[in-house]
């Protein structure tokens, strides 16, 4: 079994790398001030998300499942929505589910989770 781990620490590896697979833990905004808007929020995560991509040796066009934990999903769907839409490269939409984060921390109002392909 080939899998290399990175930026780890006692709790986590905030990327695996599996074979041909690439693993994300939840990534939420960690570099926007308290209080930002989720467009700033959502537009910080994907940021860091393509960095990390890159960082593994995969890329957004290599996407092949993402999980979206929103806040506030009912007001924050169609927003989430239209700044996925312009994210992602056309013709390389994963699979996609939302579901509503009970647990984030009111001001952390996305966190997204991302599986690709190397």
Not at 22 to 44: I, W
Not at 95 to 117: N, Q
């Amino acid at each position: 079994m080939n899998t290399q781990a990175l930026y780890t620490n006692v709790q986590m590896g905030q990327v695996l790398v599996h074979q041909d697979e690439v693993y994300l833990a939840g990534r939420f905004a960690d570099a926007t001030p308290t209080g930002s808007d989720l467009h700033m929020q959502a537009n910080n995560t994907l940021a860091a998300i393509e960095q990390l991509l890159a960082d593994a040796g995969s890329d957004k066009s290599k996407l092949l499942s993402a999980t979206i934990y929103l806040q506030n999903p009912t007001s924050d769907f169609e927003t989430i929505d239209r700044i996925w839409e312009q994210w992602l490269p056309e013709g390389a939409a994963p699979d996609r589910t939302m579901l509503k984060a009970e647990w984030l921390t009111p001001d952390v109002l996305v966190e997204i989770a991302i599986v690709a392909a190397l």
